[in-house]
């Protein structure tokens, strides 16, 4: 069974840093386009970041130059850099894995770690 595990979630100050981890296993990793979204109360799911298997990277407009998305295909784990943390910014952030292999596309998603900016 594909598990993704996120962590590093938490209550940081406005201005502050967080590092999100996302834990791949039971997946060909390196094969994975990988992406952290996030839901505030009410709200839709909304994209913050993707990095694709060939490292290149998308961001929200909304988060560009603060947040930066990186990889470790040795680990099986994807990272989201949050810097100049905003209460906006305050949602769940999700993991998200996607790849297509012979005609099918494969999603799946992690459960979710709370961030949440306020003074």
């Known amino acids: 069974q594909v598990q993704l595990v996120e962590s590093g979630g938490g209550l940081v100050q406005p201005g502050g840093s967080l590092r999100l981890s996302c834990a791949a296993s039971?997946?060909?990793?390196?094969?994975?386009?990988m992406g952290w979204y996030r839901q505030a109360p009410g709200k839709q799911r909304d994209l913050v970041a993707t990095?694709?298997?060939?490292?290149?990277?998308n961001y929200a407009d909304s988060v560009k130059g603060r947040f930066t998305i990186s990889r470790d295909n040795a680990k099986n784990t994807v990272y989201l850099q949050m810097n100049s943390l905003k209460s906006e910014d305050t949602a769940v952030y999700y993991c998200?894995?996607?790849?297509?292999?012979?005609?099918?596309?494969?999603?799946?998603w992690g459960q979710g770690t709370q961030v949440t900016v306020s003074s």
């Open positions: 039971r997946i060909r990793f390196s094969i994975y386009d």
């Open positions: 990095i694709t298997s060939g490292d290149s990277t």
């Open positions: 998200h894995a996607r790849a297509s292999l012979l005609r099918t596309t494969y999603n799946y």
